[in-house]
């Protein structure tokens, strides 16, 4: 397992320069779809002081912003975002991943996806940049280009570049699909640039010519037919189709932006012929 770092330095939280707190509020309310007096009884407050707070006639405390945000489950940096707006400080800090702070971190999610041998698992940031990869997904990347491994590989590019996995992706259609949606709805929720532009540049990426047509190629071996549980990944590797189900996890309440934006997949084998297959490699 390798642990990098996740890129360029971390950044501070920007604002619009035309908007306060006021604003920012109002739209972080309604991409809820939350109504003021919703919103107050939540908060322990009232509709009237929420108006007066989202068309900038009361100034809210740091307080009631960290409380508004909470209970409108803002992401931590855009709480950060809120917080300038107001006038105030950043409550949350940034943390560099590879920081003396966060070795415990770092140890635990070492331990979790190594342990999670012989199956694929990765942790990646709010960009999708692979921060750290087990044995596995070594494994599932074999033969690709070493422009897109390094010097810090990106898991969207790594899946949908025509170098790199989607060649080998038998269902490149419909998984593409699900990760194109998936990044879409975190810009909804991260107003990110960054990750707008990564979702630009992967969906732009040209189709194999048997996936544009809409014809997936014949798998590399015949393989029973599987009711899979939800949405498989189908990967040739090594002359046999490997199928796996992917899950996500974040962490519970984090204090600190660098680990609110930490997600670990993990692909569990969708069928006993890739979990039989997986496990004689390490027998």
Same mark, same amino acid.
Do not use: C
């Given at each position: 397992?390798? $642990?990098? +770092?996740? %890129?360029? =330095? *971390?950044?501070? #939280?920007?604002? !619009?320069? /035309?908007?306060?707190?006021?604003?920012? @509020? &109002?739209?972080?309310?309604?991409?809820?779809?939350?109504?003021?007096?919703?919103?107050?009884?939540?908060?322990?407050?009232?509709?009237?002081?929420?108006?007066?707070?989202?068309?900038?006639?009361?100034?809210?405390?740091?307080?009631?912003?960290?409380?508004?945000?909470?209970?409108?489950?803002?992401?931590?940096?855009?709480?950060?975002?809120? $917080?300038? +707006?107001? %006038?105030? =400080? *950043?409550?949350? #800090?940034?943390? !560099?991943? /590879?920081?003396?702070?966060?070795?415990? @971190? &770092?140890?635990?999610?070492?331990?979790?996806?190594?342990?999670?041998?012989?199956?694929?698992?990765?942790?990646?940031?709010?960009?999708?940049?692979?921060?750290?990869?087990?044995?596995?997904?070594?494994?599932?990347?074999?033969?690709?280009?070493?422009?897109?491994?390094?010097?810090?590989?990106?898991?969207?590019?790594?899946?949908?570049?025509?170098?790199?996995?989607?060649?080998?992706?038998?269902?490149?259609?419909?998984?593409?699909?699900?990760?194109?949606?998936?990044?879409?709805?975190?810009?909804?929720?991260?107003?990110?640039?960054?990750?707008?532009?990564?979702?630009?540049?992967?969906?732009?990426?040209?189709?194999?010519?048997?996936?544009?047509?809409?014809?997936?190629?014949?798998?590399?071996?015949?393989?029973?037919?599987?009711?899979?549980?939800?949405?498989?990944?189908?990967?040739?590797?090594?002359?046999?189709?490997?199928?796996?189900?992917?899950?996500?996890?974040?962490?519970?309440?984090?204090?600190?932006?660098?680990?609110?934006?930490?997600?670990?997949?993990?692909?569990?084998?969708?069928?006993?012929?890739?979990?039989?297959?997986?496990?004689?490699?390490?027998?």
């Amino acid at each position: 397992m390798t $642990l990098v +770092a996740s %890129g360029p =330095a *971390p950044s501070r #939280p920007t604002v !619009p320069g /035309d908007q306060g707190v006021g604003p920012l @509020l &109002r739209a972080w309310r309604e991409r809820r779809r939350v109504s003021q007096l919703e919103l107050a009884l939540r908060a322990d407050s009232s509709a009237r002081h929420i108006s007066f707070v989202e068309t900038g006639r009361s100034r809210p405390s740091e307080e009631m912003v960290l409380r508004l945000a909470e209970h409108l489950d803002v992401p931590v940096r855009e709480r950060n975002a809120l $917080l300038l +707006a107001a %006038g105030y =400080a *950043p409550h949350y #800090p940034e943390t !560099p991943l /590879d920081d003396p702070a966060l070795e415990a @971190l &770092r140890d635990g999610m070492e331990r979790l996806i190594r342990g999670y041998e012989p199956y694929p698992a990765l942790v990646v940031d709010a960009t999708y940049t692979v921060v750290a990869a087990n044995r596995g997904i070594a494994m599932l990347l074999e033969g690709v280009p070493e422009s897109l491994l390094a010097p810090a590989p990106n898991a969207m590019r790594l899946t949908l570049h025509p170098e790199g996995l989607a060649p080998r992706i038998r269902n490149l259609r419909e998984w593409r699909g699900h990760l194109l949606e998936q990044m879409a709805r975190q810009i909804a929720l991260h107003r990110s640039d960054v990750l707008r532009e990564l979702y630009e540049e992967v969906a732009a990426y040209p189709l194999p010519a048997d996936a544009e047509a809409g014809e997936p190629a014949e798998p590399a071996e015949p393989a029973a037919a599987v009711a899979y549980f939800a949405l498989p990944l189908r990967i040739e590797h090594a002359g046999r189709v490997l199928s796996f189900v992917s899950s996500i996890s974040t962490f519970n309440t984090p204090m600190d932006v660098t680990v609110a934006e930490l997600a670990i997949e993990t692909f569990l084998p969708a069928d006993p012929a890739t979990a039989k297959y997986l496990n004689s490699l390490v027998s």
